[in-house]
């Protein structure tokens, strides 16, 4: 048997462990292949543990740079491995790099028979996006760095990061291409038409073709043969002019030691459906028309409720957003990493039928825990239920698993809803006329917003309920990022609850937003440390949205503290996942459900109907778009779309010719952030 072209002791990800365990490698480079053992005494009396083919394989690296972590794949198949430091996983990169440059290179002339996966294409994309992450790190040292030196030497250095950030373009369009063959591949298998050529296969004339021979097929046959697992059929001839057998797939002789990626199987993406039996749209629809291949209703909106169609959940939850990879494609390649996406124009099609305005407005989805709040007679008692509402917040605005985006609101624009809450009696005949709804009642909790600044993009909001003497006032500003395979939506901003009988304010702030996997099936998460304060009673708590890391773990986790003042340590711990359970354990060691919003019913939201709505009401205001959204008509969605762009563009050009200033409807700025201009205390107090 022939000298290893490298070996040594590496540790491999195993699923069942969820850990890293001890392995000895071995590159066999002339017999291209990769094996693996539990130990060098186990290699050393034969007993293999599994095996990878060289041939076609490409090796990764992982995660953050300091893990030491990497990955080869082949056959459909992932080894993660991870070195004892950095310097050892280049090493063994540099090795597998090589050994499956040489082992191609010795087989120009072979026709593969193996044809890639999605599976494939999704593991190249998630593999360059890491390369890509790795890259921006560095180019962001570099730059903290360069800014240090003299000017003269920034000047030398300011072609260096040039080619960087051409290197990163480089990256990144290689992420576009990827996706754009994966498009191809998947478009060809769908309809059963026959690849092009150079994906999943090569071609060369017959006098290119480079012919191998073996002297000692005997002995690599021996080798290949122990190294299979019992049963594991082989073929041969795969070599032209060569008998060498060679294993059909990689594997590993362990069924426990498969890896499960962090990410899910998109590979079916289910044709768009408009859902004809909804209400409000309970009618025969004959698609007479299409646009690139998508039929769409010829429906106007005097033969649709529109009302019913905001009251509707999205239809569209289980949409891939691969059958658009190409619009796709062409967006990622026009941003650079870390690129605000304030002004880019994004498709229509990955739009939610709703504005920003409306999706704030399903922090009060659970008016009632809202509103207990002020129930309580303690300051602990009230903080412990500021941070169960906090909590039970948020999973009543992604209403789809489908990441998509609210319709950006244009300056000026309001919306005004309310919620009949549990428990309390509406008394119609108070309605509250002063307040953000006059047409409400003292008893139901009243909600207004509006986008009081365009350039930056800022939204006020305001809640409240005269009844139990409590208000909420926020704004956030939307500042939004690309990086590479997700989008981040940093939300700036905070909101204070105004518990009046107890002269009590309580101060949040919000998580990021993460749209992830924005090539293929989106999906959102939330991410970021916030803060609840009490500055009165000096309460806190301190919440942790986790993003799901890479390997294993769960997506939507958090992590809460309770503090009293003074105290370093909480009284009470609470983990779980924002959108469903979550447990709080007590410092004298009692734990119990703190809240399961999967157990929560939503209170729905009441709206006026659009024809009584004003002309800068969301609902309103949108309502073509979201019609064309609802029949799948996009281009009709994207013209309403840009005519109500326009229509903002043209009035911020007369108002800059004139010297006009805007003047907002229902907030005023304060300091850094907006208040609604008749707070409920400020009308008590008169």
């Known amino acids: ?32 292949i990769l094996t693996y053992y539990t130990s060098k005494e186990k290699m050393k009396r034969g007993l293999r543990r599994g095996c990878m083919r060289l041939r076609g394989a490409y090796v990764g690296i992982e995660g953050a740079e300091e893990e030491a972590t990497f990955a080869i794949t082949s056959d459909g198949k992932t080894f993660h491995l991870q070195g004892k430091d950095v310097e050892e996983r280049e090493k063994w990169i540099r090795a597998l790099e090589n050994a499956i440059k040489n082992v191609a290179q010795r087989n120009v002339g072979y026709q593969s028979q193996t044809v890639p996966t999605i599976l494939d294409f999704d593991n190249k994309i ?6 890509l992450q790795l890259l921006v790190d560095q180019i962001k040292t570099l730059s903290l760095k360069i800014e240090d030196l003299p000017k003269d030497e920034q000047e030398i250095m300011s072609a260096t990061m040039l080619a960087s950030h051409a290197y990163l373009d480089s990256v990144k369009q290689s992420i576009v291409l990827l996706t754009v063959a994966k498009s191809t591949f998947d478009a060809c298998e769908s309809s059963g038409r026959s690849l092009p050529v150079g994906i999943g296969q090569i071609v060369l004339p017959d006098e290119e073709r480079i012919v191998n021979s073996s002297p000692e097929v005997s002995d690599e046959r021996a080798f290949f ?37 962090a990410y899910e199987n998109t590979c079916e993406t289910p044709t768009p459906m408009i859902n004809e039996a909804e209400s409000g749209v309970h009618r025969e629809v004959l698609a007479t028309e299409s646009v690139n291949g998508t039929a769409i209703s010829p429906l106007t909106t005097k033969d649709i409720n529109i009302d019913a169609i905001y009251e509707e959940g999205d239809d569209e939850d289980n949409v891939s957003l691969e059958s658009h990879g190409s619009v796709i494609a062409h967006l990622v390649s026009q941003v650079k ?27 009060f989805a659970h008016p009632d825990i809202f509103l207990r709040i002020a129930d309580f007679k303690s300051p602990r008692e009230r903080m412990i239920q500021v941070v169960r509402w906090y909590l039970s917040a948020f999973h009543a605005g992604r209403r789809s698993e489908v990441a998509k985006k609210p319709y950006n609101p244009i300056l000026g624009e309001t919306f005004q809803c309310w919620w009949d809450v549990p428990d309390l009696n509406v008394d119609k005949s108070e309605p509250a006329k002063d307040g953000p709804v006059p047409w409400c009642s003292k008893q139901q909790l009243a909600f207004i917003a509006e986008q009081v600044s365009h350039h930056p993009p800022v939204s006020g909001f305001y809640a409240e309920n005269p009844e139990k003497r409590i208000s909420f006032n926020g704004h956030i500003w939307t ?57 009165k009673t000096g309460y806190s708590a301190v919440v942790e949205f986790l993003t799901k890391p890479f390997y294993g773990g769960k997506k939507h986790r958090i992590v809460c503290d309770l503090f009293q003042q003074g105290e370093k340590k909480s009284f009470l711990n609470i983990q779980g996942e924002w959108n469903g359970e979550m447990i709080g354990k007590w410092s004298d060691g009692r734990t119990e459900e703190f809240v399961n919003v999967k157990k929560l019913s939503i209170v729905k939201k009441r709206v006026r109907r659009i024809s009584e709505q004003e002309e800068y009401e969301s609902r309103r205001l949108w309502q ?22 326009d229509r903002q563009r043209n009035e911020a050009k007369q108002r800059a010719e004139t010297g006009e200033k805007w003047v907002t409807k229902n907030f005023n700025k304060a300091g850094e952030g907006w208040t609604y201009k008749t707070l409920l205390k400020r009308r008590l107090d008169l």
């Open 1 to 32: 048997m022939e000298d290893p072209t490298m070996e040594g002791p590496l540790s491999k990800w195993t699923n069942v462990m969820q850990g890293w365990q001890y392995r000895w490698f071995v590159i066999h480079e002339r017999l291209g």
């Open 126 to 131: 998630s593999e360059t996006d890491a390369y």
């Open 225 to 261: 043969e122990e190294s299979l697992p019992q049963g594991l059929e082989v073929t041969t001839g795969s070599f032209p002019g060569s008998s060498l057998p060679l294993p059909e797939i990689s594997y590993s002789s362990s069924e426990d030691e498969d890896f499960y990626d």
């Open 337 to 363: 990493y870390g690129m605000d996406l304030t002004k880019v124009a994004l498709p229509t099609f990955i739009l939610e039928r709703r504005s920003l305005l409306e999706m704030y407005a399903d922090f």
């Open 479 to 535: 500042k939004s990022k690309f990086l590479g395979l997700s989008v981040c939506v940093v939300n700036i901003g905070e909101g204070v609850i105004s518990v009046l009988d107890f002269d009590e304010e309580y101060t949040i702030t919000f998580p990021s937003a993460y749209g992830r996997s924005i090539l293929t099936v989106p999906w959102i998460e939330l991410g970021g440390r916030v803060e609840i304060v009490c500055t």
């Open 624 to 645: 073509e778009v979201t019609m064309g959204l609802k029949l799948n008509d996009i281009p009709r969605a994207t013209g309403s779309k840009h005519a109500l762009e």
